[in-house]
């Protein structure tokens, strides 16, 4: 496999920039540049210097060994000066040496992964932590990155390599007296893990709202005062206001941070009948924003009724009420804006401790096909041994989607678990 190295700090000017090599010739690399290696997992300074001798950085030299570093190969991480000079000449001297190579995007995550340093979940939320911009989105990112769903993932496909293991070793004993009846005990495991995958998929909406964000639609009539209040909660005009009936066309997206919540306001049309082609368009489009959206706040005026439905959650205020109340609100003067952010913040966190660990629609895909595969497996199970064949099929298919989940597909597990435990090969 090649050495490779790339830049893993931002590019441009900094403190401090950081320069990864990794692959085989990583710590011959490491020699070339800096004479003698710290010790495993130790940080040196050294001065590096070009193949001739001249003088490129004062720097921190880093070494970790081939498993104990984040691609699990030899990798040197050397802490140079910040300058796009410094920077430019040390990858231009790496760029010269044979056998090294630039990285290509994310291919230090992916030796990780091939090398068994990490799983794909682990990969998927190492992405979601750098894309991370809220403390909520940073926290469920590094739950996964740290090999919480693997573990989840792991112990269900214990149970359902248990269940497998029990169900083949009476095929293979089928003209024997089994002493045992494995029935009951492959009925609780499947069940058990058939719960555990119903309950994850369960918390999967809000983990992926918390991904990519919640959606809030502000709604009600023309000149409720919507497109106040929503320049008011992003501190700058991000929608056009005025007297004149109708001027919001669009629908306006302004994205906040609410109590480290994502979040992203839209901004809706007046909701009325009108003649004019181009605002009924905006009329249309604000109700099936406003119904696609996560919670609405339905802005009335004094005396009036929500013109769409209030679904269960979704907060009703008086429009433009100057006076600071529970039930009123004014971008205007900014009365009753705490106290309504204060219950979006109640209502999204309340969903948000329903969320799980599966995030994504690969996920929701990959379990999905497992639990019908064990669904089926219980079904065929209750027919008794003339179907153990179908049955042993539909348990192997569901360890594989589990083994998909992780990014790894290895029937050597199941085999193992049957030669160690029924001594099948004896």
Request: aromatic fraction near 4%.
């Amino acid at each position: 496999m090649d050495t490779i190295f790339a830049l893993a700090t931002a590019p441009g000017k900094a403190g401090v920039s950081v320069i990864r090599i990794s692959g085989p010739l990583a710590f011959d690399t490491a020699r070339a540049l800096a004479g003698d290696l710290p010790s495993p997992r130790r940080a040196a300074l050294r001065v590096l210097t070009d193949k001739n001798d001249r003088h490129l950085d004062d720097a921190l030299v880093l070494r970790f060994d081939a498993g104990s570093s984040f691609t699990g190969e030899d990798v040197i991480e050397l802490q140079v000066h910040g300058s796009v000079a410094v920077i430019s000449a040390v990858l231009g001297e790496l760029g010269s040496i044979s056998g090294l190579r630039l990285a290509e995007p994310g291919e230090f995550t992916r030796r990780a992964f091939e090398n068994g340093a990490m799983d794909l979940t682990q990969v998927e939320a190492l992405s979601d932590l750098i894309e991370s911009e809220t403390e909520v989105q940073r926290q469920q990112a590094l739950r996964v990155l740290s090999g919480e769903l693997g573990d989840r993932v792991d112990g269900w496909r214990r149970d359902i390599v248990r269940a497998a293991s029990l169900i083949e070793a009476t095929i293979d004993f089928a003209d024997e007296d089994v002493p045992v009846d494995v029935t009951p005990e492959v009925f609780g495991l499947l069940e058990t893990v058939t719960t555990s995958i119903s309950n994850e998929l369960k918390g999967l909406s809000a983990s992926e709202r918390v991904r990519s964000g919640f959606e809030i639609a502000i709604v009600g009539p023309p000149n409720a005062g919507k497109s106040t209040l929503l320049n008011y909660l992003a501190g700058r005009d991000a929608a056009i206001t005025s007297d004149i009936a109708g001027t919001t066309r669009d629908v306006i997206e302004v994205q906040m941070n609410v109590s480290g919540l994502p979040v992203t306001f839209l901004d809706t049309a007046g909701l009325r009948d009108t003649d004019d082609v181009v605002e009924s368009i905006g009329v249309e489009r604000a109700k099936n924003r406003a119904l696609a959206a996560d919670l609405r706040i339905h802005l009335v005026p004094n005396g009036e009724e929500p013109l769409i439905e209030v679904s269960d959650q979704d907060l009703v205020r008086q429009a433009k009420c100057d006076e600071i109340s529970d039930f009123g609100v004014s971008g205007k003067t900014g009365a009753g804006v705490p106290e309504l952010l204060t219950k979006v913040s109640e209502v999204l966190s309340a969903r948000v401790a329903r969320s799980s660990l599966v995030s994504r629609e690969r996920h929701r895909l990959v379990l999905e096909h497992g639990l019908e595969c064990l669904t089926r497996a219980l079904e065929l199970l209750r027919l008794g041994p003339e179907a153990y064949d179908i049955t042993s099929e539909e348990i192997r298919s569901a360890v594989i989607n589990l083994e998909s989940l992780l990014g790894r597909v290895d029937v050597e597990h199941l085999l193992d678990e049957i030669f160690a435990n029924f001594c099948v090969g004896k």
